[in-house]
């Protein structure tokens, strides 16, 4: 039986297959997201993780989807959720900057979880780590805006575990450290 | 130190770091002296790292749970109310939809009086581009400026940065919630539907699509008047074109009206709305949804928006079966082509089901345009509507003759697509030109001649029907050659066949009905040998031929013949179709036979059970129940007098008549005469004259000028005038009638001796006493030769003949 070729993987061709679907993994997100809130759902779906693999299920139904392509599907999936965050996110800064509101500013404290809600924040950091090495931007996302295991978010890496492991411990390290910029922390 | 590249001394970096994570206390601020000797950069670099990593309490979990909380929380309605949006203060929530809560809010200003709809919609339903793109668009739709649509009067962002959009606030209810309410009927909630259809077709021809049509979105006032909602906020607020993401706004606010192509991400266009309208038109007719999504889920609703074939709207109510039905399955097509290209046509054609015409919707089978062209004559072109049943009765004999003689279907298929174009060429609503009947039929006659001579099988159905139309008009000698060479051929096609045995039954009802039975006889009783052989004598079929054979021997005057040959056929379909059409026309006959000889009781039973048997055949209105109606009509009077239910019946059948056929069709005509007797009997004559004069209307076009049917109504009018005293004004049209009756029927005809019997009653009235003697004595003398001295007929001539001659 002629079947597709394998889209799982960290090979450039396998990534570019699924790429194609990144628009419908967008309206699949933003619909279960909407589904979400109209309270249709239970309040568990209220998290990216739960969204992204709803999203998967739905997706791989309907194009098929081998399941070796779960991993760099939801890796796919962990970017595009990353993409519908910050778009909101920045809407609201914008509006309250518009709006005349005073923005909020991190908190010096980092133990408050408070100060570190500025996603647009963290969206910058991961740019800039992206232009360092983008690995760790994609461990971020996959662990944790897609909530995937350390096994899968290898699998879909081509790395192993270990490596996930400790990629995504220097990942938030260097994070926290561009998140609270310029303040030594613990120095 | 030297630095390396920064590749390497990235890499380097995640290496110590990597190490030092893993390492306990000690070693690892061994590690980090040791390199803060050799490369103090680097060092102080990994410090900070293992500081964050020490700080970590999962901030990256904290800001992505706090940022989706912050997309996904909904927020509550009540949390909104008292709070002031723009220049407006918020009421109270009056709705919450997909895309938002709504809340009633009035000018916080107090610049206007007038309260608004303010929509707060989600926060993180809409990404900053489409919000954008959404104040861009607001003038385009602010500008929309029609009644049935509520209008968009402002939009904006709360400094908190929730988006919201201020609408003209419209006190209504959802469409079918308020047909339900009010118990609106089909036609009442057809024509709200298509005000709705008006407002979005203003919207479309502003190049403004809704999008997101549905109940919740058509409010109705309590004045009836619909209001639409949210137009073109969906579209403005989707996604950008440019980047292929076009159905989020469907796709995240109402999947369950959301068109196929919506679903499927395709280009959005105003056959989308149309397709929504046919959801909202399903919902509005028959309460329901078109798909059950038993499980909701999104994989499961995008199948079966996209796949299946929603149930017909009938199959929830029963009264949408035919146009309706299919209207609105036109517009719920799953490609978007196949739909009615605008809303305009969808609209159009729900006015054409409420008018009784053709709608576009719909595939053109010949039955189909026929029963419409048909219904669409009612009240206008008479002659149409006659050439239409004829052809459609007509054609619906060759195809089930073609049936039994098992015709390929190939050629059934044939002669449908050759009437069919006939039809289609006659179509006034197609050239907007009105065409005779006669014109199409001649048309078609030409075409037949031209076009079928290498396909005998087709020609002769197609003349047969052809010449049945010709009959039904009364242009019997176009009938007579297109039912010859119908005949003809299948003599030479077929031999002895079903199809032969028709072509000599519709021959001898032809002559019967110009008034030719004699030359009916042969030709009805041949029809009868066929069918026995081919049939046996107990057939259904065979029963027909008897019922053809005993009216062709009623007209002929052979009253008793008739009976045998009337019993004959009741008795066969008493047994082989005892709910038939064919038993209640058999029984019609006899009780007309039965009648006509004065047997009026047997009568009067035998027409009662005609209705039932009609009744049971055809429970809802039917010619064949319109039919017995009359008839009975005709009988209680007849054999009781009893004035009240003959005239409540006659009522029943003109009106069903008319519904059926229209005025001036000859079964109504032959109400109107027998309705205007009883009348004239009664001594209602003014009411009678009226009847027999909408009677005679059809004369010369949908009555031949000489029809036999004339000729009576103008004897019941010269009565008519008799029974007012105006025997003066009676002598025209009873001379005229007689003169008629003389032409056309033999010369000893009963009917002659009545007329005769009448006019020498006007001319004596007169005082013309030499004409009168001679008319008086003829016509006493021929009834009484007919019907023996016990007729009532005949009591009533001898009556007439001793006034006149006791000098009265």
Not at chain 2, 88 to 106: N, Q, S, T
Not at chain 2, 182 to 210: K, P, S
Not at chain 2, 796 to 808: K, M, V, W
């Given at each position: ?187 | ?268 266009t105003t056959a989308t709305d149309v397709y929504s309208l046919g959801v909202v038109l399903y919902r509005l007719l028959t309460g329901k949804h078109p798909y059950a999504f038993p499980s909701g889920r999104t994989s499961e609703i995008e199948r079966i928006v996209c796949e299946a074939e929603p149930d017909r709207p009938s199959l929830h109510a029963g009264e949408l079966r ?421 032409r056309n029927l033999p010369p000893d005809h009963w009917l002659i001796a009545s007329s005769e019997s009448q006019l020498g009653e006007s001319l004596a009235a007169q005082g013309k006493r030499a004409e009168a003697e001679p008319m008086l004595v003829a016509g006493y003398e021929g009834l009484k030769s007919r019907f023996g001295s016990d007729s009532p007929r005949v009591r ?13």
């Open positions: 039986m002629a079947e597709e070729p394998p889209a799982g993987g960290a090979t450039e061709r396998g990534r570019s297959g699924l790429d194609a679907l990144v628009p419908e993994i967008y309206q699949e997100l933003r619909r279960l997201a909407a589904r979400a809130m109209s309270g249709e759902r239970e309040s568990h779906t209220l998290q990216t993780t739960a969204l992204v693999h709803e999203a998967y299920l739905e997706l791989s139904r309907i194009h098929e989807l081998s399941v070796e392509s779960r991993p760099r599907f939801l890796a796919l999936a962990a970017e595009v959720m990353r993409r519908i965050l910050v778009d909101h996110a920045r809407a609201r800064r914008a509006a309250k900057r518009g709006g005349g509101a005073v923005r909020v500013t991190l908190s010096d404290s980092l133990a408050d979880p408070e100060a570190t809600h500025d996603l647009v924040a963290l969206d910058e950091a991961l740019t800039r780590l992206a232009e360092q090495d983008a690995q760790l931007v994609r461990v971020v996302e996959m662990r944790f805006l897609a909530g995937m295991s350390v096994e899968e978010t290898g699998e879909a890496l081509g790395v192993s575990p270990t490596t996930v492991k400790r990629d995504s411990a220097m990942a938030r390290a260097w994070l926290l450290r561009e998140l609270t910029d310029g303040r030594r922390v613990g120095a | 130190m030297a630095d390396a590249s920064a590749p390497d001394r990235w890499r380097r970096l995640k290496d110590l770091f990597a190490e030092a994570i893993e390492a306990p206390e000690a070693e690892r601020l061994a590690m980090l002296a040791r390199l803060a000797a050799e490369e103090p950069g680097l060092a102080a670099e990994l410090e900070e790292l293992l500081a964050a990593h020490r700080a970590d309490g999962g901030f990256v979990e904290r800001i992505v749970a706090g940022a989706a909380q912050d997309v996904l929380r909904p927020r509550e309605p009540s949390s909104w109310t008292g709070r002031r949006v723009g220049p407006y203060e918020l009421l109270r929530p009056i709705g919450e939809g997909g895309m938002g809560a709504v809340f009633l809010a009035r000018r916080a200003d107090a610049e206007y009086e007038a309260t608004v709809a303010v929509k707060m919609l989600r926060p993180g339903l809409f990404s900053e581009d489409s919000l954008r793109r959404f104040r861009a668009e607001r003038q385009a739709l602010a500008s929309l400026n029609h009644p049935g649509i509520a209008r968009l009067l402002d939009g904006g962002t709360t400094p908190d940065g929730s988006p919201y959009i201020v609408m003209e606030h419209v006190d209504g209810k959802p469409i079918d919630a308020y047909a339900q309410e009010r118990g609106l009927t089909l036609a009442q909630r057809l024509a709200l539907f298509r005000a709705v259809c008006e407002a979005v077709q203003f919207a479309h021809r502003n190049l403004i699509v809704h999008r997101d049509l549905k109940p919740a979105n058509v409010l109705v006032t309590a004045e009836g008047e619909p209001r639409l909602l949210d137009f073109g906020i969906a579209k403005a607020l989707d996604e950008d074109a440019a980047t292929g993401l076009t159905r989020a706004g469907e796709r995240v606010l109402t999947p369950d009206y959301a068109s196929p192509e919506q679903i499927r991400g395709e280009p959005v035919g146009d309706v039905d299919n209207v609105v399955m036109k517009a719920l097509a799953k490609e978007p082509e196949r739909r009615y290209a605008t809303v305009e046509q969808l609209s159009e054609d729900l006015r054409r089901c409420l008018a009784g015409e053709p709608v576009s919707a719909r595939k053109s089978t010949f039955g189909y345009r026929a029963s419409r062209f048909l219904r669409r004559h009612r009240a206008g072109s008479i002659a149409a509507a006659v050439a239409a049943a004829a052809l459609l009765a007509g054609l619906a004999v060759s195809l089930s003759a073609a049936r039994t003689a098992r015709l390929e279907a190939r050629k059934a298929e044939r002669v449908n697509a050759f009437l069919q174009t006939i039809l289609g060429a006659a179509s006034p609503w197609r050239d907007g030109s009105k065409v005779t009947v006669k014109e199409v039929l001649d048309r078609a006659s030409r075409r037949v001649d031209a076009e079928l001579v290498d396909q005998p099988a087709v020609e002769a159905a197609v003349r047969r029907t052809l010449g049945e139309t010709y009959a039904g008009l009364g242009l019997y000698d176009a009938a007579e050659a297109h039912l010859r060479r119908a005949l003809a051929l299948n003599r030479s096609l077929r031999g002895e066949s079903d199809e032969v045995a028709e072509c000599l039954m519709a021959l001898a009802a032809l002559e019967t009905a110009r008034g030719a039975a004699e030359r009916a006889e042969a030709p009805a009783r041949e029809a009868l040998a066929i069918l026995e052989r081919r049939h046996g004598e107990r057939d259904a079929s065979v029963a027909g031929a008897w019922r053809q054979l005993g009216s062709v021997l009623q007209a002929r005057g052979d009253l008793v013949q008739a009976e045998a040959a009337q019993r004959r056929a009741v008795a066969i379909d008493r047994e082989a179709a005892p709910a038939s059409a064919g038993l209640a026309e058999a029984l019609n006959d006899l009780a007309v036979t039965l009648g006509t000889k004065g047997d009026l009781r047997a009568a009067e039973a035998l027409h009662r059970e005609a209705l039932a048997v009609a009744r049971r055949a055809h429970p809802g209105p039917h010619p064949d129940v319109a039919e017995a109606l009359s008839t009975l009509a005709s009988s209680v009077w007849d054999t009781r007098r009893d004035a009240a239910e003959a005239q409540s019946l006659y009522e029943q059948a003109l009106a069903m008549r008319r519904d059926l056929f229209g005025d001036g069709h000859p079964d109504t005509t032959w109400t109107l005469y027998n309705y205007a007797y009883m009348l004239m009997e009664k001594g209602d004559f003014e009411r009678s004259e009226d009847l027999a004069r909408q009677a005679l209307r059809g004369r010369g076009t949908t009555l031949p000028e000489e029809h036999p049917m004339v000729a009576s109504t103008l004897v019941l009018l010269g009565r008519c005038r008799m029974g007012r005293g105006d025997p003066a004004g009676a002598e025209e049209p009873l001379r005229e009638g007689l003169a008629l009756r003389r009533e001539a001898a009556e007439r003949l001793q006034r006149f001659r006791s000098g009265g």
